[in-house]
Nanobody, 126 residues
Framework: QVQLVESGGGLVQPGGSLRLSCVASGRSISDYGMGWFRQAPGKEREFVAAISTSGGSTMYADSVKGRVAISRDNAKNTVILQINSLKPEDTAIYYC???????????????????WGQGTQVTVSS
């Protein structure tokens, strides 16, 4: 069993940056594909970014490509999502998730994830 805890959200002005962290406990995440998803009020949850077990492969949603970077430190059991040039439409609850699937291609599908964090709120507003 893996427990995931996100942090780093908050209120930020448009154009600002945030660094979201996901710390895992219970088991090492080194064997898990990891992803970030978000859900805005009244909208369905959507894929943001994913990273393979080794960290060698990453994938991003078109809506955030070029502004977001996902990384992982398996030794620290941590996954990071750096978001730059934030826009009001980035406002959402951001969730970290882990899956037994090791390869990058399926990782944008939230149905394959086995573990989810509780989420961290990101609000982009002036």
């Amino acid at each position: 069993q893996v427990q995931l805890v996100e942090s780093g959200g908050g209120l930020v002005q448009p154009g600002g940056s945030l660094r979201l962290s996901c710390v895992a406990s219970g088991r090492s995440i080194s064997d898990y594909g990891m992803g970030w998803f978000r859900q805005a009020p009244g909208k369905e949850r959507e894929f943001v970014a994913a990273i393979s077990t080794s960290g060698g492969s990453t994938m991003y949603a078109d809506s955030v490509k070029g502004r977001v970077a996902i990384s992982r430190d398996n030794a620290k059991n941590t996954v990071i999502l750096q978001i730059n040039s934030l826009k009001p439409e980035d406002t959402a609850i951001y969730y970290c998730a882990g899956t037994y699937v090791r390869f990058i291609a399926p990782l944008k599908n939230d149905a394959i994830y086995n573990y989810w964090g509780q989420g961290t709120q990101v609000t982009v507003s002036s």
